[in-house]
């Protein structure tokens, strides 16, 4: 029947839309089902018209209705991918969303109980372009009454939280049903779209590597130093990367401007990767969503190292990183094998020294990227992590 792979996440996050590119360019037997599609023609079949447009109102006004037509759905997809022939399945729907009063949701547990998924994978996208995606969709625009300071970064974090929390509290549900999923990933679509290939198709070929290294304070350094070696250790491997989210933009750029200004009341800020600058907004909309960003980057970040089977740390600064070291410590708790890459004279702190010298068949940091790379590469069938 081969393996099932559920595509899920908040809403309006470019899941299909960077999944189906990243697609055109893979030549391996799957499917792709996507649920609104079904839904679309289970609704037909009983004399409804359910459109984009309407889809939310629909379900919000006649939530058993849309129940059954959801059920349905899944239930015709089980049984495509069990008269199928293909190696994967991918089935892709909204987790949930919460809109005026009401909610609807992707899933339910009888929903995951029928498909079985053995992969979960949480597509997200930074919290600017999501908020630059409604403006440029009319009917979403047109939502949010065709104004953009109805659109709030706190609203879209939320969506967000609840997304992952309904996707998490489910998987262990379905788990306690002794249905096992192998991992709940939360994947941002600035990764490659080979990433995303390797990730779906070659993960035993490819293992997880989750690549660490400092990001608070070296933003820029990040685009001109640290791309270059994730390219290099994608070649051997399924490369996550913190930075396909780009989240941390905003807090950096907040804190910058709050501290030039402790008075400002609307803070500008602009798209790092095509300098768009996006509208004022609001500070005590940033404050909000920022405190929820912060913890959500942090709990992103573990859940990648969590997955991975190793970590490489790229510390091209001296100057120690809390979040590379609590990546490390993570990594060291999850019995992941860790690379550091530490080119300076100067000693690190002996909690790094610690952390870095876990690699299975040395005790060492590394001053040179290649010969940790080369190590990397000759180690990695000894790594401890299942």
């Known amino acids: 029947m081969g393996e099932i792979i559920l595509l899920t996440g908040p ?3 470019g899941r299909d839309e960077y999944a189906e590119e990243a697609l055109r360019h893979s030549q391996e037997n799957y499917g792709y089902y996507h649920v609104f599609e079904y839904l679309i023609q289970i609704g037909k079949e009983m004399g409804l018209k ?17 129940n059954e037509i959801r059920d349905n759905a899944f239930e015709r997809i089980r049984m495509e991918i069990e008269e199928s022939e293909k190696r994967y399945h991918i089935v892709s729907t909204p987790s949930l969303f919460r809109w005026g009063s009401g909610s609807v949701l992707g899933f339910t547990l009888s929903n995951l109980k029928l498909l079985k998924p ?31 300071n109805n659109i709030k970064l706190t609203t879209l974090v939320l969506w967000r939280e609840d997304a992952i929390n309904h996707v998490k509290t489910l998987i262990h549900e379905l788990e306690k049903e002794g249905i096992k999923v192998k991992y709940i990933l939360q994947f941002g679509i600035r990764h490659p779209y080979e990433t995303f290939l390797s990730l779906l198709f070659h993960e035993d070929e490819k293992p997880l590597v989750y690549l660490s290294y400092p990001m608070t304070g070296h933003e820029d350094e990040y685009y ?18 913190p930075g396909a989210l780009d989240d941390w933009w905003v807090v950096a750029e907040y804190d910058s401007q709050i501290n030039k200004d402790p008075s400002i009341k609307k803070i500008k800020i ?3 990767r095509d300098g768009e600058e ?19 980057l942090v709990e992103r970040d573990f859940n990648l190292v969590d997955v991975s089977k190793a970590i ?15 990546e490390m410590a993570e990594a060291y708790r999850t019995f992941a094998a860790i690379y550091l890459y530490y080119p300076f004279k100067r000693r690190p702190s002996p909690f790094m020294e610690f952390y870095g010298m876990q690699n299975p068949s040395r005790r060492t940091m590394f001053k040179d990227e290649t010969e940790m790379l080369k190590a990397m590469i000759d180690e990695r069938e000894y790594w401890t992590k299942a």
Not at 278 to 296: C, F, H, N, P, Y
């Open 270 to 272: 602009k798209h790092l």
């Open 118 to 148: 053995n992969r979960v994978i949480i597509v997200l996208d930074d919290i600017l372009s999501v908020r630059r995606r409604i403006i440029n969709d009319p009917e979403w625009f047109e939502r949010f009454g065709k104004d953009k």
């Open 11 to 13: 809403p309006l996050n």
């Open 224 to 241: 001109h130093r640290v791309r270059d070696f994730y390219k290099k250790l994608s070649q051997y491997f399924t490369v996550l990367d």
């Open 278 to 296: 996006v509208e004022e907004l609001d500070r005590g909309d940033i404050e909000q969503a920022t405190d929820i960003l912060r913890r959500q």
């Open 50 to 66: 359910i459109t984009r447009k309407n889809v939310l109102d629909f379900a919000i006004s006649h939530p058993y209705l849309m």
């Open 312 to 326: 490489a740390v790229y510390h091209y600064t001296p100057e120690v990183s809390a979040g590379v070291i609590s």
